[in-house]
């Protein structure tokens, strides 16, 4: 079945900073303008004028360019009382969306790109995890995910294993769920919400939820961006830019089977918009 980019959920953006002059901005190549109305609505609109769907969630204004097929995915631990919502901000990356999201499911990298905070040497090792496709949600999960971070949270206090769960609901959206420091009986949530600009630039929200009443919020917007400006550097040298969906193209590991999942999941509803499809 194939789902047409132009019909899915895009951030475009942050409520907080929505001001009645608004933001003019891009989405799959086309250019659009976010803003408030007179009464304090967001809305967005096109060049022509043309009034496009939005939805408020997760601190972000959302659209689209079609018809959506469904509702916005929904986080239930965003409901929860205590738990502090926080907007990251936007990060553009020139490198394609879905290149973006892919890179946010990897673990592998932890060690080498965000040395001595998500990861360290000789705790390289990725342990064995399972992977799905949901069928009755149609997303991809990840889970049963173990690392060794030497800083898994602003929170955290030395080295934990960390358990990880990923899902990816959009093709351009990715949630996280992962040991909670103060509450290990719950999960902390970051999210990683991409708007498409071209097939080849992108905007990247971030946005978490979790339970710390110490760490100003601050510092919790500061350590994720550190975070993601560590992924950028590696993100922009990646080859080829946009995603390869044919599996010859790249040789998967076993610390890839997220990937390769979340790639097949593309393929299989033709969500190619930021993809190579063959090899040059």
Not at 24 to 31: A, C, K, N, V, Y
Not at 47 to 71: A, C, M, Y
Not at 180 to 197: G, S, Y
Request: aromatic fraction near 10%; charge should be negative.
């Amino acid at each position: 079945m194939s789902f047409p980019m132009q019909d899915e959920w895009y951030p475009v953006a942050m409520l907080s900073d929505l001001h009645r002059q608004g933001r003019d901005t891009l989405l799959l190549g086309q250019p659009i303008h976010a803003a408030r109305d007179p009464n304090g609505i967001p809305i967005v609109t096109t060049q022509n004028g043309q009034h496009l769907v939005t939805i408020e969630r997760f601190g972000h204004l959302w659209t689209s360019l079609g018809t959506p097929r469904k509702d916005l995915f929904s986080i239930p631990e965003a409901d929860q009382p205590g738990r502090t919502l926080v907007d990251v901000g936007v990060v553009r990356v020139k490198c394609s969306p879905l290149r973006a999201v892919e890179n946010f499911l990897d673990i592998a990298h932890f060690p080498f790109v965000h040395t001595d905070i998500l990861g360290a040497e000789p705790h390289t090792e990725v342990e064995n995890y399972q992977v799905e496709i949901r069928e009755d949600s149609d997303e991809v999960w990840a889970t049963k995910v173990k690392f060794f971070q030497p800083q898994a949270a602003k929170s955290a206090e030395g080295g934990i294993t960390t358990d990880y769960m990923y899902r990816v609901p959009l093709p351009t959206c990715s949630v996280l769920y992962k040991t909670c420091p103060p509450r290990p009986a719950e999960w902390d949530v970051i999210c990683l919400f991409v708007q498409p600009l071209t097939e080849e630039l992108c905007d990247v929200w971030p946005w978490m939820a979790l339970f710390d009443d110490e760490t100003p919020l601050t510092d919790m917007i500061h350590f994720q961006q550190l975070i993601f400006l560590q992924d950028r550097s590696i993100l922009e040298n990646q080859l080829p830019r946009r995603l390869p969906l044919d599996p010859g193209m790249e040789v998967p590991t076993r610390a890839d089977m997220t990937s390769v999942a979340y790639r097949r999941w593309l393929k299989r509803h033709n969500f190619t918009y930021g993809a190579q499809l063959v090899a040059k």
